[in-house]
Each structure stands twice: as C-alpha cells, then as structure tokens.
C-alpha cells in the first residue's frame, strides 16, 4: 500500500537493509492513528488498539535483530485520561494482557523492558505484571524496551524539577552546579541515549508532549499509514531516511 512520507516521496519496496553504522541508538515512536484505522473499517477504535499490539511485536523484532539500543513506544500520554472510561479501560486490559503474553517472546529476545512515566495513576494488576516482567527481563543483554504510560514530558520536566529542588534544600546539590546533565540525570529516561529518530504514525505533525527534551536533536519522520498498518519495510525505510540525513547539531557539516 502506498503511503506518503514527510519528505514527500512515496513508499517503495524495500532496498538494501540500513547498516548498523548509521542505525540510531535511540528510536522514539509515537504509535498513533489506531481509531482512525478502525474507524475507516467500520470498528469499534478499540479494535485499532488491539491489533497494533502486532506492529509492537515487529519493532521489537526488528530493533532486536538490528541490534538498535533503545527503542521507546508512546502507549499512554498523561493528556490520554481524557479519553471515555471504556477505551481507557481497554487500554489498560491490553497492556497487561501485553505485558503476560509477550513475556516469554520478550526473554526469547533478549530484551530488557522499562516503563516511563507516572505510575500512581494505573490499577495495580497491570502494575503487578509491569513489575514481574521489569524484575524478569532486568539483567537482559538484549535492546532497551521503554514503554512510555502515564507519560508526559511536561510532567517528567515537573518532577525532575522537583526532585532537583529537594536535593538543594537537603543540602546534597549546589545551584551553581546544576547543569545540563543535572536535569538529564532526574528524568525518567536517565541514562537511556538521546532520541536519534522520532517516527510518528497517523500523520499528524506535532509531538503531543512526548519526550520533549530528549528529542531536542532527533530526526523527525512521520508517515500518514496508521500505526496498526505500519510495517517492517516502512519502518527500515524510516530507518535509510535516518542514515542519509546530515546532523549538524548547530554546527557546520564535515568538510564546511
Ligand atoms: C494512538 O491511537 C493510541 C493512543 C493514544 C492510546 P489513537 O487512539 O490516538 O488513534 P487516533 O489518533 O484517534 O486515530
Ligand atoms: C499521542 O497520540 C499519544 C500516544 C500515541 C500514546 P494522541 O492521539 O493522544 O495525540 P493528539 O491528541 O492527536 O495530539
Ligand atoms: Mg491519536
């Protein structure tokens, strides 16, 4: 199926693979359009929900088999509780129902999970599971699956902030000494690599508060397919449109 991408050109079959050493460190990946896909099928949007859990499965497969680090999937913003209590609550029977049936693929792969974002807001089943597959997968080798839930970027600014300002007050920081780094190291994704590739499904142009310091220099790439259609030869075409752009990161390009 054809697809429009943001640099304009048509999807196509796949070429040669993305070599690792232009593969990004760190993809963030704005799962959207799962109700418009339903939708234009005539089902219910929790439908769309449903069946993008299969396009989980294959980026997870496929950054395992690239060997990317980290790949972080936006699956609840802070902003989403404004949603109707019933998809919500669909939403958080399909994430434990993620979190125990993909268990054993998640050891098979040699993944290691890590959940972003607020955790006071979630029922404490999909809490449990969260935990046990954290406590599983914690010594894997394998690529860095971030899920982001209860995540705002807003909030996670807030929080790092927060615990910055005890750390003054209980005497354990200096203001002089804060830095860059001082923030990084409070927020929730501490120690994970910056955003190299924020892909964004469902078309919509903007970042929904998703990861708003991390990506301060990632690469931008979003296509109209919606998420449950998205397939492992768009997401390498996203992937050779990352190895052919030219990060200058505010300086000049080599040889300038
Ligand atoms: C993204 O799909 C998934 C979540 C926000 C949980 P949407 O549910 O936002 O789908 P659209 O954007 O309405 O099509
Ligand atoms: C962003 O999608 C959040 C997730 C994909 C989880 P939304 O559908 O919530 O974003 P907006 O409302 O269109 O900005
Ligand atoms: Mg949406």
């Not at 799962?31 to 449903?50: F, S, T, Y």
């Not at 958080?92 to 807001?121: K, T």
């Not at 860059?180 to 508060?209: C, F, H, K, W």
């Amino acid at each position: 199926m054809d697809s429009k991408q943001s640099d304009g050109s048509q999807s196509a079959a796949p070429r040669e693979r993305p070599q690792s050493g232009d593969l990004p460190d760190h993809v963030a990946i704005i799962m959207d359009g799962n109700g418009r896909w339903a939708q234009a099928r005539g089902l219910p949007r929790i439908e769309g929900h449903r069946r993008g859990v299969n396009t989980v499965r294959m980026i997870s497969e496929t950054c395992t088999e690239l060997g990317i680090d980290a790949v972080t999937l936006y699956c609840l913003s802070s902003e989403n509780w404004k949603r109707p209590q019933a998809e919500l609550d669909f939403l958080m029977h399909l994430l434990e129902q993620y979190l125990i049936e993909e268990r054993r693929l998640i050891m098979e792969q040699g993944l290691r999970l890590r959940v972003i974002g607020r955790r006071d807001r979630l029922p404490p089943n999909v809490l449990a599971e969260m935990d046990k597959t954290l406590e599983m997968s914690a010594g894997n080798p394998g690529t860095q699956l971030v899920l982001a839930v209860d995540y705002g970027g807003r909030d996670e600014l807030a929080q790092a902030t927060r615990r910055i300002c005890n750390e003054v007050l209980e005497g354990r920081l200096e203001i002089t000494e804060i830095d860059e780094q001082t923030v990084e190291n409070r927020l929730y994704t501490a120690g994970l690599p910056d955003v190299d590739l924020m892909i964004r499904t469902g078309g919509e142009m903007r970042v929904s508060n998703f990861l708003l310091w991390q990506i301060s220099y990632a690469e931008l790439w979003v296509t109209e397919t919606c998420w449950p259609e998205f397939s492992r030869e768009e997401f390498e075409q996203a992937l050779r449109s990352f190895a052919s752009r030219d990060r200058r990161f505010g300086g000049l390009s080599v040889g300038q």
